[in-house]
Every structure is written in C-alpha cells, then in structure tokens.
C-alpha cells in the first residue's frame, strides 16, 4: 500500500503559520471558531489571532476602492484557492452585523467562488480613515487598482476626511504630482473615464481630454483620438487647436475677397507688366512679383515708385 505523505500536504498554507510560530494546518483540523496564537514568549496580540468565520459573516467596505473585478482572473484565483486554500487571511473590521472587509475582498470573493463555507481572518481596530488609507494601499501596491478607482479613493481622503494631497501622497507611498494627475481625471466626462477602465485610453490621454470643458467636444475628441490610435503629443496638439480654432471667414466672404484679389492680380498685370499672385488667409498674406531679369526688376521697380 502507497504512504500518503502527509508531511507535504501540511506544506500548504504555512507561510503566515511559520512567521506567527503555528501550525495552521493542525489548527485548522479542529475547526476551532478561534485560533489563538502563542508563541514560546509570549501570547500573540488579539490584533494578530485568526479568526475562522462562516463567509456569509463577512461584507464588503462601501468606500472599497476598486469597483471593477477581473472575472476571469477571479475565476482562476477560486481555482487556486480550492487547490490550496487561502493562503493570507482577510483583514476586516469588527461591526454589529458581522466583520467588514478592509484588505482582501478578491480573496472573499473567490472564495466564495470555490465554494468555501469559513475563510481566515484577523480582526482590526481602526477609525474610518485609516481603513481607507489600508485598502488603498494594498491595491495600489498590488497595482490592482484602474487610475480611476485610485483618483476616486484619493478624492474621499481629501473631500471626506481633509486630506491634502501632500498627506494622501505621504500615506500611499507615491510622489504629490502623480496623486494630482489621478485625481484630476475623475474630473473627465464618463465615456472618458470608461475608455481608461478599459484599457482603451492612458491616463495620460484622459488627462489631456479633460482640460475640454465642454462635454460633447470632449467625448468627440476621445473619440478620434482611439480612432486615430493618437499619441499623447498628438492628442495635446489636437486639442490645443479644438480649444484655439483660427478665425475663419464665411464662404460668401472668402469667395468676395478671391474676387477681389483676383481682379487686383489682373490690374497690377497691366500696370506692371509682370504676372502678380496675392496669397491670403486669416487676414494675413503674400503679395509676389515676377521677374525675369535685373533689366525687368528694374523696370517694376521705376513703376512703382513713378
């Protein structure tokens, strides 16, 4: 008869058991409602126990940053967590109704995916805004998060909580010039915001779009731009333009002053004796003089000045 090797399948789910000094795995055989953590020194903080709750017990932060989740990518992370379980606990929050999430509602939905009836967590005490401040962090250091769910969590800390952007760079990790440019394109029409949650637009290019206030001009120039697959310089000069039309004469008064031009050229010829061409646009223009010869400038020259 085959050994089962059981000292390998004790291998899963250990890296959080040996940095807490657990066996998970044998814990977790006794289906405890609470591990209790001990190492040879002392007892482990209550803000560090794993908890194994049902995960209809658990719900997610409303002000979670990251709406949008990859089903396909959630597909396979259920697929891995019923080959090996969940391998880092979920960190929530204790509330009258059961544990809110702060980090890890992937893993809570995958799980559920996998058909998982308890999952791990630990429980925090934290105010409002340090449990913002944990949930984007973890996914802008996971880079789970679109820039739109990253400028839109930014502006909470700042609207809600006061936060400048100087303080919301120093809490997140990232320079104060990259948390402005995210926030200012949560300023861009919807369709905009959509392309770049989609892949279809860089945050770049929203930045850009966005400085068009009018909302119909803006989404038409999104439009060429991703028709026209336009660069960022591209789509800058595009939009300076939009914003800075030259003046343009109607075609009645375009088609006026040709004529006069035309009957201009045709006057100058008699006089001068040379072909005249007269170029105009925007009020500006060229008046030029043919010559054939020094002799024949000369000549012009004489006319004009006589």
Known sequence: MKKTNKKSNKRLGRGIGSLLGVDLDEEREKKPEKISLKSPQKEISEDKMILDVDVTDIFPNKEQPRKHFDEVALGELADSIK????????ITVKKEKGFEI??????WRAAQKAGLKRVPIIVKEVDERKKLEWAIIENVQ???LNP????????VLADKYNLKQKEIAERVGKDRATVANVMRVTQADKFVKDLVIEGKMSLGHA?????????KLQKSLAEKVIRLNLSVRATESMVKKALNPEPQSTS???GEITG???????ELLKRLGTKVKISEKS????????FQNLNQFNQIVDRILN
């Open 83 to 90: 080959a090996q379980g969940i391998m880092q606990p979920i």
């Open 102 to 107: 702060i980090a890890g509602e992937r893993r």
């Open 142 to 144: 996971r880079s789970d």
């Open 148 to 155: 739109i769910e990253e400028g839109e969590a930014y502006k």
């Open 207 to 215: 930045k850009v779009l966005v400085s068009v206030e009018d909302v």
């Open 252 to 254: 009645d008064e375009a």
């Open 260 to 266: 006069q031009f035309k009957a201009l050229e045709t």
């Open 283 to 290: 009020g500006k223009g060229r008046l030029e003089i043919n």
